[in-house]
């Protein structure tokens, strides 16, 4: 934001106004060569995830569609941390308290009074079941609906996101969950217009506050699931707690180390219609609007972020 807003200083003609001299990068000089070797790959097969932990009653099977969430509904799932130093680049308590938090309150009241956000979501509950490192979605006769590939580590756990899904072998089928959250289009087009009216200070704070909203929105609902699910009681007393992911099982977003494949996106398009709210995807395998996500909802216990490149 200090960078735009020195641009726009110079732009306008201010005077004194200066863009800020650029940093040199510096390398670190090394003594010998740094020889990329492929480390090799660990023996063995699946991981070491349980697979007789409870599977819980899903409150139905299929789909649902809900618009109309209010704000205040998500609001207090917003993470202030990602949004002040990350969005807005505000670093010091002095900054946040004395800036950022009068402008989020500022925007938080044009939202509702301009009536800016559409917040809505569609989700759902499938049986399911692993092979591999497949996780395999069942229709009502027991069938393969669609089926997701998903990598595992070479080393460590040798984690993969089907193992915590009940085995094929088992004889036991298990519950998956997915869910398309929107915080809807018109937020996008205000963003937009203030691009184009070069209010470029303004533009970054509501687009980043849109793409945070979304998040809100998205963690909110999970907690939805989880209380649906009946797993609720392990989660924490704070929201701190809630983004340090303190609860039982984990909402797993495409494109994210455990669940690379964009491509991915496509199956749960389908599986969710989620044109029903308002959210296309693009052939690129984006969401539209880009105040969108789109996400697994995993129950197992031992359920978490990992890095299927490499160890825990």
């Known amino acids: 934001l200090r960078l735009m807003d020195a641009l726009m200083g110079v732009k306008r003609g201010v005077p004194g106004a200066t863009l800020p001299e650029l940093k040199q990068r510096r390398v670190a000089k090394r003594d010998t060569p740094v ?31 809900v618009k109309g969430i209010q704000l205040k509904e998500y609001a207090g799932w917003l993470d202030e941390n990602a949004l002040f130093k990350g969005q807005w680049g505000l670093k010091d308590a002095g900054s946040i308290e004395a800036e950022g938090r009068p402008r989020l309150r500022g925007w938080l009241d044009r ?8 917040a809505a979501v569609v989700h759902g509950y499938f049986p ?3 092979k591999g490192d497949d996780l395999i979605v069942l229709d009502e006769d027991g069938g393969e609906r669609t089926r997701f590939t998903f990598p595992r580590q070479t080393r460590g756990r040798r984690l993969c996101l089907a193992d915590f899904i009940r085995p094929e072998e088992s004889g036991e089928v298990d519950v998956i969950g997915f869910q398309v959250v929107t915080v809807g289009s018109r937020i996008g087009e205000a963003t937009a217009k203030l691009f184009e009216a070069n209010a470029y ?12 909203l979304a998040e809100a929105l998205a963690e909110y609902w999970h907690a939805r699931v989880r209380s649906d699910l009946g797993i609720s009681a392990a989660d924490p007393a704070s929201v701190d707690g809630m983004f340090r992911t303190e609860y039982q099982g984990c909402r797993y977003s495409l494109g994210y180390p455990a669940c690379p494949d964009l491509e991915d996106r496509a199956k749960i398009a389908d599986l969710l219609r989620p044109e029903r709210i308002g959210v296309h995807l693009s052939e690129e395998f ?5 105040q969108s996500t789109d996400a697994i909802v995993i129950h197992h216990p031992e359920a978490n972020y990992f890095n299927a490149g490499g160890r825990r």
């Open 201 to 212: 200070r303004e533009y970054m704070e509501l687009h980043g506050l849109s793409v945070q």
């Open 128 to 130: 399911c079941v692993s």
């Open 35 to 65: 020889l990329q070797v492929d480390e090799p790959e660990e023996p063995g097969g699946r991981s070491d995830v349980a697979v007789d932990n409870p599977v819980p009653t899903p409150p139905f099977l299929g789909t649902r569609v």
């Open 286 to 290: 984006q969401l539209h609007p880009e």
């Open 111 to 118: 939202l509702h009074t301009e009536q800016l956000l559409e």
